[in-house]
């Protein structure tokens, strides 16, 4: 341990209290990950109308992701989900938080393959979402097993209020090939 006084100038403005010193000698916390669509479309296969992740906010390697969703009135399911409503189907819910587990699995080493849904449980809807809602979603891998099937935790919120949440079970099938 290194014992730092309150007689160094940089040490005492930034942490006058013994304390405090053994925290200023901490290196800080790694940068959160970060993932723009462009990079999303670059780890998942959806594409539109399917690709229901905007943007990853905080990416933890190999443990979890949080991703946004902005809902817009122009989507194509809005027109009969419900006529003078529009409600996103919670299908969809689900659908993009396994999305934003997608960016976790994806970059597991030794995963590889197309991760799909092999089952869902414990799923909850607590209230609609709606055009002009953004939806906050956070997966936290679980379990995995033999790099080809595992569990996820997943949770969807709109300013604060909780959405839907469940777990989510997937497997890993060989990716198809690609033409040409």
Same mark, same amino acid.
Request: proline share 11%; net charge negative.
């Given at each position: 341990?290194?014992n730092?006084?309150?007689?160094?100038?940089?040490?005492?403005?930034?942490?006058?209290?013994?304390?405090?010193?053994?925290?200023?000698?901490?290196?800080? @916390?790694?940068?959160?990950?970060?993932?723009s @669509?462009?990079?999303?479309?670059?780890l998942?296969?959806?594409?539109?109308p399917?690709a229901l &992740?905007?943007r990853?906010?905080e990416?933890?390697?190999?443990?979890?992701?949080?991703?946004?969703k902005n809902?817009?009135?122009n989507?194509?399911h809005f027109?009969g989900?419900?006529?003078?409503?529009?409600?996103?189907?919670?299908?969809l819910?689900?659908?993009?938080?396994?999305?934003?587990?997608?960016?976790?699995?994806?970059?597991?080493?030794?995963v590889?393959?197309?991760c799909v849904?092999?089952g869902?449980?414990?799923?909850?809807f607590r209230r609609?979402?709606v055009?002009?809602?953004q939806?906050?979603?956070?997966?936290?891998?679980l379990?995995i097993?033999?790099?080809?099937?595992?569990?996820?935790?997943?949770?969807?919120?709109v300013?604060?209020?909780? &959405?839907?949440?469940?777990?989510?079970?997937?497997?890993?099938?060989?990716a198809?090939?690609?033409?040409?």
């Open positions: 341990m290194i730092l006084t309150s007689s160094n100038p940089v040490t005492s403005e930034i942490s006058p209290n013994p304390t405090d010193q053994d925290s200023a000698l901490t290196p800080p @916390a790694p940068e959160t990950i970060h993932y @669509a462009e990079q999303i479309y670059s998942l296969p959806h594409r539109y399917f &992740v905007d990853i906010t990416y933890i390697p190999g443990k979890q992701a949080t991703g946004i809902v817009s009135f989507e194509p027109q989900h419900f006529p003078g409503r529009p409600i996103m189907p919670g299908v819910i689900v659908e993009a938080m396994a999305q934003v587990g997608g960016v976790v699995l994806s970059q597991i080493p030794g590889n393959g197309l849904f092999a869902i449980d414990k799923v909850r609609p979402v055009p002009g809602d939806l906050i979603m956070t997966v936290e891998l379990a097993k033999r790099l080809r099937f595992g569990k996820m935790q997943g949770r969807a919120e300013e604060g209020q909780l &959405v839907c949440e469940g777990d989510l079970i997937f497997s890993v099938v060989d198809p090939s690609t033409p040409g």
